[in-house]
């Protein structure tokens, strides 16, 4: 879905054109909302990468230009973890062009969609959890549901310790964990056959002040379950062992 949406792809596959802006055209859509032009003169080069693009962003808003099309852009190009900080760099500098400017408002929901499955596209949970250490600064105001999305993919994935990263952002993004964060976050230590792990998150977020949904306490209880048999097991071989 990710690459279908450009991401990690060269500008010209990604569908943006310099008629139609940076945004990807559906297949038979020609309607309104999907033909955005950019502000003439900065989209010369169909070619960019992003350190190309970050750099023109850099020039841009030396000069007081600080639309919000290139960046848009850069999101759908990051394709590593090191374009994905490239890119919180490129987020930096248009927002601060745009306070001294006077225009304090927060990025578009959209943007800040597209910023968070770059992080999931890029595997770069560094850059999610600095985007919420700094949202204010950034314009970025991430939801819970947008970051839930990007806990979601790790945990699919049993990336326990990218999960803990950004969830130890949160809170200071103005977004602290809630109910669904303790689901999300102790089925992926479930799925992994992870009970401590699971036990403490649960522990953990309690304390904090989290309620924890009834199907979140069947996962618990079906870790301890899966432990109990596996310890039962064990013995049953050490045993077995012992009398050979």
Same mark, same amino acid.
């Given at each position: ?6 991401v ?36 010369? &080069? ?10 023109? !962003?850099l ?14 852009m ?5 394709a590593?973890?090191?374009d ?8 930096a500098a ?14 578009p929901?959209r ?20 985007a ?29 310790? &990218? ?9 200071p ?7 669904k964060?303790?689901? !999300? ?20 977020l ?9 199907t979140?306490m ?18 049953i ?8």
């Amino acid at each position: 879905m990710l690459q279908a949406a450009g991401v990690g792809r060269s500008a010209v596959e990604a569908g943006m054109r310099p008629d139609l802006g940076w945004v990807p055209l559906p297949e038979g859509n020609e309607g309104p909302a999907f033909r955005r032009p950019l502000s003439k003169g900065w989209f010369m &080069k169909p070619h960019f990468t992003v350190q190309s693009l970050y750099e023109e !962003i850099l020039r841009r808003c030396e000069v007081q230009q600080y639309d919000l099309g290139p960046l848009y852009m850069i999101t759908k190009l990051a394709a590593s973890r090191g374009d994905a900080r490239t890119v919180i760099d490129a987020v930096a500098a248009v927002r601060t062009a745009r306070a001294r400017a006077g225009r304090v408002a927060p990025m578009p929901t959209r943007l800040c969609a597209d910023f968070v499955a770059m992080c999931v596209a890029c595997d770069a949970p560094d850059v999610l959890a600095g985007a919420l250490t700094r949202s204010l600064e950034l314009g970025l105001l991430l939801s819970h549901n947008r970051v839930h999305d990007a806990l979601k993919a790790w945990g699919a994935a049993l990336e326990l310790h &990218k999960i803990e990263q950004v969830v130890s952002a949160m809170e200071p993004g103005g977004i602290p964990p809630n109910t669904k964060t303790a689901y !999300i976050m102790i089925r992926a230590a479930v799925n992994a056959e992870r009970q401590a792990s699971a036990e403490a998150y649960a522990d953990s977020l309690r304390v904090r002040g989290v309620r924890l949904h009834q199907t979140t306490m069947r996962l618990l209880e079906a870790g301890r379950h899966r432990q109990r048999e596996a310890e039962a097991a064990a013995r049953i071989d050490r045993r077995g062992g012992g009398a050979a």
